[in-house]
């Protein structure tokens, strides 16, 4: 049935590491040396899902670096690969807004996926949602509560499909975990740490503190995931935030002064079905972990629920009766360390995630990576674009699926936002719903 769906031409918004492992002075020092957006969509394209490709920065000057990187890790790699993309600007030209000509070149119902610096996710998605194009955004949808409400009533607006690229959601021990806090009964205290080294600072540099901080750009997997796993019990009402700073500021990554190295942010969460049951979530993200600690990333969750159980007790006086009581269950996910390992002597011992890209060919030399949960994310956004495009679904059926659009993940930008503000404004921020509209106090 989906090969018979019409193919769907994409538009790549951002060059950098997440789109073509591409980031400026050569490949990636990251697990991302090849990308995954632009390796994504070409295996698409070779398995008849993707047809025209394009490709949108601000400096044209960087993209023959770029085509020779892809043709040598890439094509010299994955047999049947066809890397050819229209590039904007055109090179020698510097445009910041090179995303509105390219995106005016294409008919409704094409596609368009942003990785792009945070503060610049609205504004694209905005534009192309307008044009009737369908859109994958990246993490962070958007900095702001009020941003990503305007997206989702656009989306509604003009009949697209708006995802968020949650990748994490379709990482199986996550989405196994999920399941299982279904049985947990009411919610009482997640905490969530992830983070990367501090080498990634110099990747980062350019935006790091000024257009972003390390919660958006981490926490935002794990608040996802929790309120994902929250969505029918509970959800959030107060968040305070607190900073550690000193080492991204300091030789010799030099960020700018306002920049964080670590942020914690403390939510409560109130029962959607119980007054008297509340919940506490500690979400902690860094940039500046160790270097050589065998992961890029390290990443790890907890998850404490209340138990119910039901107990049928024996007659008494003629009558049955069912007496109520609870126990705790929980949840521990550790996905930096699962289980493979590789040593060697320069480098010492590393943990590999081949679950998320599988960037080693098949034994036939394609490309073998369909099954990483990278993959999936976004070839989940090409599927649901097509069908709605063959008239075979709506964009708002995904709603309804567990799926991170646009309308699922308002609370996750909620959380992000209000945590800002609390940092900013050294104060709790309150999350309330105003009628159908999430706002912050």
Avoid at 311 to 332: C, E, K, M
Avoid at 367 to 388: L, N, P
């Amino acid at each position: 049935m989906s090969s018979e769906l019409p193919k769907l031409n994409v538009l790549m918004c951002g060059t950098g590491e997440y789109t073509t492992g591409w980031v400026g002075t050569g490949a990636s020092k990251s697990d991302k040396k090849i990308g995954v957006v632009g390796l994504t969509l070409f295996d698409l394209r070779r398995l008849g899902k993707v047809d025209k490709l394009g490709m949108v920065g601000v400096n044209g000057g960087k993209f023959p670096a770029i085509r020779k990187h892809l043709d040598e890790n890439i094509g010299g790699v994955y047999k049947d690969m066809d890397l050819s993309f229209d590039a904007f600007p055109e090179q020698g030209k510097v445009d910041p807004e090179a995303y509105k000509t390219a995106i005016d070149k294409m008919s409704p119902g094409e596609a368009v996926i942003i990785f792009t610096p945070d503060s610049t996710h609205h504004a694209i998605a905005l534009y192309a949602i307008e044009r009737g194009i369908h859109v994958l955004v990246t993490k962070p949808a958007t900095q702001l509560l009020s941003h990503h409400n305007e997206l989702i009533a656009a989306a509604k607006k003009h009949n697209v499909v708006c995802f968020v690229e949650h990748h994490k959601r379709f990482d199986p021990v996550y989405s196994d975990a999920k399941a299982r806090a279904q049985t947990l009964g009411e919610f009482n205290f997640f905490n969530a740490w992830m983070s990367q080294p501090k080498s990634q600072l110099e990747t980062f540099r350019a935006w790091a503190g000024k257009d972003s901080d390390i919660s958006y750009y981490l926490s935002s997997h794990h608040i996802d995931i929790c309120c994902w796993i929250l969505q029918d019990i509970a959800v959030p009402t107060r968040v305070v935030a607190s900073a550690a700073a000193g080492i991204a500021t300091s030789e010799p990554y030099n960020c700018v002064p306002q920049t964080e190295d670590t942020i914690t942010l403390l939510v409560d969460w109130q029962s959607i079905k119980s007054s008297k049951h509340r919940g506490t979530a500690v979400y902690t993200a860094s940039w500046t972990a160790p270097l050589k600690a065998g992961v890029h990333s390290a990443q790890h969750w907890y998850y404490m629920g209340e138990k119910v159980r039901l107990r049928l007790s024996a007659p008494a006086f003629r009558r049955t009766f069912i007496q109520t009581f609870s126990s705790q269950g929980d949840i521990t996910v550790d996905q930096a360390h699962r289980g493979y390992d590789v040593t060697v002597d320069e480098t010492g011992k590393t943990w590999y995630n081949p679950f998320y890209m599988k960037y080693s060919p098949s034994e036939s030399g394609h490309f073998d990576g369909q099954r990483g949960y990278g993959y999936i994310s976004i070839e989940k956004f090409i599927d649901a674009a097509r069908s709605v495009n063959a008239g075979a679904t709506k964009p708002g059926d995904y709603d309804t699926h567990g799926l991170p659009t646009i309308a699922n993940t308002v609370l996750t930008t909620a959380i992000l936002n209000a945590g800002r503000i609390s940092l900013d404004e050294k104060r709790a921020v309150a999350i309330k719903k105003d009628g159908e509209t999430w706002i912050l106090e």
